[in-house]
């Protein structure tokens, strides 16, 4: 992973990850722990982005109501627009993170497990 911490963001550790895998790299238990504990803080800006995204949606469907457009074509004109492509995106990056933890969490049991000779 990288040293500099300033300049570590959720999507450079999923990077680095995903590169180390495409490359076919090994990566090590400590590695998997080591950018789940750094998703796992990170996470919760992640989590902060998905909830604005949320509201910059709810409020334009909102307007359209205002505007009289029906609920069914307030949500189809919502979720043609670029915010809720935006907002799926975000929702999908979460459980990406979500399912890295749970990956590596697995990943460092079963290492330990070795070391044990179980």
């Known amino acids: 992973m990288e040293s500099n911490l300033e300049h570590r963001t959720a999507d450079s550790v999923m990077e680095k990850m995903s590169e180390m895998a495409r490359d076919r790299n090994p990566i090590t238990p400590g590695l998997w722990v080591e950018s789940a504990e750094f998703l796992n803080v990170l996470r919760g800006d992640e989590d902060n982005k ?3 995204l949320h509201q910059e949606v709810a409020e334009q469907k909102v307007a ?13 004109r919502v979720e043609a627009g670029d915010t809720y492509y ?23 049991r079963s290492a330990n497990d070795e070391m044990r000779g179980y």
């Open 86 to 108: 935006l907002y799926l995106k975000q929702k999908a990056k979460i459980e990406k993170i979500t399912e890295h933890i749970r990956l590596a969490k697995v990943r460092a």
């Open 50 to 52: 998905l909830a604005k």
């Open 64 to 76: 359209y109501l205002e505007e009289g457009k029906s609920a069914v074509e307030a949500k189809t």
